[in-house]
């Protein structure tokens, strides 16, 4: 079956780093996506990976490696606008999004 | 980026009643629109593809003469609850593809919907 892993939730301080990762099985894979989710709205676009290695743009980097079925999110330089969800979402062989539960990221200060 | 909006972003109806929302891709066409459901604190749940021009191809335990969908334009999908029910209160958002080489979906801003 489909399965995607992560963490539910996860606390970091303002200023920090966080590293959020997932882990995922499906039939096939055309890349993995990261979405961040606020409480009542819509998910929002972070990053495409598709190759293995690491993407960066600006506070968020995504690194993917596929062999593993692997891939983290890692958010610098917190601001509490970052207290999201962020959903790991991998694309199968039909090129449909998988969703998991995501991980509720808390920021204090 | 490309632009999703939905409408209503909220409606509060009575149980037995029929709420259509409405689901257009603004700068750009879109062939395809995804529609989901969200209860709180769980995962986005796919409940069926829109297809322009084409019958919806629904997930497994959707059912279709409950959720109707109509993809009646390029820019325009329109999913009707009916004979709403309280446990059909739940988040309803839709995306679409832009398209071409890219498979981002674009995210309208969802509709809440309560049935009392």
């Known amino acids: 079956g489909q399965n995607i892993d992560q963490p539910t939730e996860m606390t970091a301080t303002e200023g920090a780093i966080v590293q959020i990762n997932c882990t995922y099985q499906?039939?096939?894979?055309?890349?993995l996506f990261w979405y961040q989710q606020h409480a009542g709205e819509a998910p929002t676009f972070l990053s495409y990976n598709v190759l293995d290695g690491l993407e960066e743009k600006g506070r968020f980097s995504s690194f993917l490696s596929r062999s593993k079925g692997y891939s983290y999110l890692l958010l610098k330089e917190l601001q509490m606008k970052d207290s999201a969800s962020y959903l790991c979402a991998p694309l199968d062989s039909n090129y449909q999004l998988i969703w998991g539960a995501g991980t509720k990221l808390i920021i204090k200060p | 980026g490309a632009v999703v909006s939905q409408h209503p972003s909220r409606v509060i109806c009575k149980s037995g009643t029929s709420v259509k929302i409405e689901c257009r891709s603004l700068d750009f066409q879109a062939t395809t629109m995804f529609w989901y459901r969200q209860f709180p604190k769980q995962s986005l749940m796919l409940m069926a593809t829109s297809n322009e021009g084409s019958k919806a191809t629904y997930e497994q335990g959707v059912e279709k003469d409950k959720f109707l969908i109509n993809h009646a334009s390029l820019t325009l999908s329109t999913l009707t609850v009916t004979s709403a029910h309280p446990e059909d209160s739940s988040f309803y958002i839709c995306?679409?593809?832009?398209?071409?080489?890219?498979?981002?979906?674009?995210f309208g801003p969802g509709t809440r919907l309560t049935v009392t």
């Open positions: 499906t039939s096939g894979f055309n890349g």
């Open positions: 995306s679409a593809p832009t398209g071409g080489d890219s498979y981002e979906q674009y």
